[in-house]
């Protein structure tokens, strides 16, 4: 089975960067938000997803609690209807035509390849890691 979105062979971002947002879109507050039990409060203001535990061959970093997969493999998001909108406001290298050297970074701690522009429109041809 091919994978139609270059991310859902990836998920580097969401082991890479820690997700925090505003407390006010999860689930105790909007009824389809970010499962509050998912977070940990950062401030009065603001909440961070939860983070597993760092395993080996990770690099140190910390993946997203919500994470299911195995990175640079095959990934998936379990809340992913209901995920925060720093989730749903990232743009993935070249999805939409531009350049994203954050995704570019957070592949590239996970010895991925960069993402190319011609990916989205063919994705069977995904870059394979370093």
Not at 54 to 70: D, N, Q, W
Not at 107 to 117: D, G
């Amino acid at each position: 089975m091919e994978i139609a979105n270059p991310c859902l062979a990836c998920g580097a971002c969401c082991a890479f960067y820690r997700v925090s947002f505003y407390w006010g879109e999860t689930d105790d507050v909007s009824p389809q938000g970010v499962p509050v039990a998912l977070t940990e409060k950062i401030n009065d203001f603001r909440v961070a997803m939860r983070r597993a535990p760092t395993l080996a061959g990770s690099g140190g970093h910390p993946r997203c609690l919500a994470l299911r997969g195995f990175i640079g493999k095959r990934v998936s998001c379990s809340i992913y209807p209901c995920r925060a909108s720093v989730c749903r406001d990232f743009a993935p290298a070249w999805e939409n035509g531009q350049p994203n050297p954050r995704c570019d970074l957070a592949r590239a701690a996970w010895n991925l390849a960069p993402l190319l522009p011609g990916q989205w429109d063919s994705p069977g041809n995904l870059p394979k890691a370093a």
